[in-house]
T-cell receptor, first 113, second 116 residues
Framework: ELKVEQNPLFLSMQEGKNYTIYCNYS?????LYWYRQDPGKSLESLFV?????AVKQEGRLMASLDTKARLSTLHITAAVHDLSATYFC?????????????FGKGTKLSVKP | EPEVTQTPSHQVTQMGQEVILRCVPI?????FYWYRQILGQKVEFLVS????????KSEIFDDQFSVERPDGSNFTLKIRSTKLEDSAMYFC??????????????FGPGTRLTVL
């Protein structure tokens, strides 16, 4: 059974600083997803990482996947207040037929001026 | 841009009552999902649905839950006799492909269910 662990669970950053959120998963999952959730809102897809070594960047966020280490990272560069949200990683649980998503607990990011 | 829609946005019900949560997936998608998120916690998978039948379900999805695609556009989650612990945000998601290909799931805005 796929398990997904994120850390840290809470992250308070100053604007302009860099930081990395880590996502470890327990069994083979050849794709990894990152979602953003604002308070009371739905999940917005940020990145889908499909293969070992995949790296994707959008603005100040960069995600990578190392399937050998079973690790994905979400790197934040020069944080701004608008990035404050909860970030979830999710692995595809392909033990079944349809690839249900197994989510980590989320990292609540707060960027302070 | 196509999106998943859900109604109602907020449902308040008494314990023991039946509720039906409704979703309209993206029109050309074939795979449908329900997830829930208890306040402040992680998102949990409930059930997946393809070709008019359940593909997978989690331990949470017990006999009190059922899903249906009553017509070509709606996808519903029914809770037969609600319990206090069913209070959560329920998200519907859809994708254009299943496990063996690119499976980006798009989430609806959610229905907040409050059981009193």
């Amino acid at each position: 059974e796929l398990k997904v662990e994120q850390n840290p669970l809470f992250l308070s950053m100053q604007e302009g600083k860099n930081y990395t959120i880590y996502c470890n998963y327990s069994t083979t999952s050849d794709r990894l997803y990152w979602y953003r959730q604002d308070p009371g809102k739905s999940l917005e897809s940020l990145f889908v990482l499909l293969s070992n070594g995949a790296v994707k960047q959008e603005g100040r966020l960069m995600a990578s996947l190392d399937t050998k280490a079973r690790l994905s990272t979400l790197h934040i560069t020069a944080a701004v207040h608008d990035l404050s949200a909860t970030y979830f990683c999710a692995g595809g649980d392909y033990g079944g037929s349809q690839g249900n998503l197994i989510f980590g607990k989320g990292t609540k990011l707060s960027v302070k001026p | 841009e196509p999106e998943v829609t859900q109604t109602p946005s907020h449902q308040v019900t008494q314990m023991g009552q039946e509720v039906i949560l409704r979703c309209v997936p993206i029109s050309n998608h074939l795979y449908f999902y329900w997830y829930r998120q208890i306040l402040g916690q992680k998102v949990e998978f409930l059930v997946s649905f393809y070709n008019n039948e359940i593909s997978e379900k989690s331990e949470i999805f017990d006999d009190q839950f059922s899903v249906e695609r009553p017509d070509g556009s709606n996808f519903t989650l029914k809770i037969r006799s609600t319990k206090l612990e069913d209070s959560a945000m329920y998200f519907c998601a859809s994708s254009g492909a299943g496990a063996r290909s690119y499976n980006e799931q798009f989430f609806g805005p959610g229905t907040r269910l409050t059981v009193l």
